[in-house]
């Protein structure tokens, strides 16, 4: 009696696994990619949007804008030791002066309202500051070829995982459609066997078997298709324009 339960419960369990895997095939039908292959955007096109885009090379040619600045303004600290000077003044002055003769001497006072203005130029040498312009001017100019080295090597770096995400998409890719293969032959012997084993030319053990297997195969296929998602999507995020597939067979 228990043995006539067990193969009762068994059978009912293959028919409601034959039904899901029935629906989930003709849901998933579409999806195969049937030996396709997707069409990605050029290498360099990609790769010079992720160098347009990157903040960190941004942030490097701003690097080297300021080193820029600063060897210019070194070379122009001369000037602020030479100058021109003008002052101009309104007002009421007392306004002396002194004649003297060979007889006598007498001096005059008076008001009177006036301008005046006085106007001249400067120049100031600091040792110090002559010595050292020379040095501050070198560091500088340093300091701009090491922001620039800097950048290309970011950019070096940039340029480097770009590739190895775009070989590793096509990688991925070509998995998948392997993957999408294999699975679409698996449901077609599932499909298969499970005829068979209404006709009861398969035993219980094979269609269980087989049944695995197949769930194996689907388990594979949907790896390998969100790895395939998550580099193109990471690729796209760092190119900032979404790849505009196309099949080609």
Sequence with gaps: MNKLVNILSIL????????????????SD???????????????????????RSAMMNF???RIGVREADVKSFQREWTENFGFVADTRYGTFDNFSTNITEIN?????????????????????????????????????????EAKSMA??????????AIRLYQDLILKQKILQIRSRR?????????????EFRNGLVPIYEYVRVTGLTTDIETDYETALSEFIITKQLLEDMAGFVFGLTLTN
Excluded: W
């Excluded at 009912?12 to 849901?27: D, H, K, R």
């Excluded at 699975?183 to 005829?195: A, F, I, P, S």
């Design 152 to 161: 290309d090597f970011e950019k070096e770096q940039l340029r480097k995982t």
């Design 60 to 62: 490097r040619k701003q």
């Design 183 to 195: 699975l679409g032959d698996g449901r077609v012997n599932m499909q298969m066997v499970e005829k």
């Design 12 to 27: 009912g369990l293959i028919v409601i696994s034959f039904n899901t895997i029935q629906a989930q095939t003709l849901e």
């Design 30 to 52: 579409s999806s195969l990619l049937s030996g396709n292959e997707f069409k990605f955007p050029p290498l360099e096109v990609v790769i010079d949007s992720i160098l347009k």
């Design 105 to 145: 001497s007498s001096s005059t006072s008076s008001l009177s309202q006036q301008l005046n203005y006085t106007v001249g130029l400067f120049l100031k040498i600091p040792v110090f500051d002559v010595i050292n312009r020379k040095n501050k001017i070198k560091l500088a100019s340093l300091q701009v070829d």
